[in-house]
Structures are given as structure tokens and as C-alpha cells.
């Protein structure tokens, strides 16, 4: 986990609903992070780019569904 000034540009996605959001963030580095948006100041995940791929796919292919 990392913090929040390494990140800029963060943004949610048009399908969260009030309250329960995530939102994305990019470093200078390319990795991307992700945060709790009711929590900007809390812990971070840091993915790199192939991770960052390899977790989206499995979201689109519905992989994670529980």
C-alpha cells in the first residue's frame, strides 16, 4: 500500500451508487491504485499494469461473481 500523493487524476466509476464507491487513481510510475472514496486518506492498493489487466478481465468475464 502507498499513499495518496503518489496518485493523481483519481476517478469513480459511473456505476458506483452514493456511498459505496471505489475510486482509481494513476502514479507517474504507470501503476494504478485504488481507494476507498469515503476514506481518500486510508490505505491504497497498488496494482502494477499486468495485474491491473489481468483483475479487470476477470471482473468483465464475471470470474469474481460470487
Known amino acids: 500500500m502507498t499513499t495518496t500523493a503518489a496518485y493523481t487524476g483519481w476517478r469513480k466509476s459511473t456505476y458506483s451508487d452514493d456511498g459505496n464507491c ?3 487513481g494513476h502514479s507517474d510510475s504507470g501503476s494504478i ?3 476507498d472514496s469515503k476514506n ?7 496494482f502494477d499494469q499486468d495485474s491491473w489487466a489481468a483483475f479487470t478481465r476477470h471482473i468483465r468475464t464475471g470470474r469474481l461473481d460470487r
Open 33 to 35: 491504485g485504488v481507494r
Open 40 to 46: 481518500p486518506f486510508g490505505p491504497i492498493l497498488d
Open 22 to 24: 471505489v475510486e482509481v
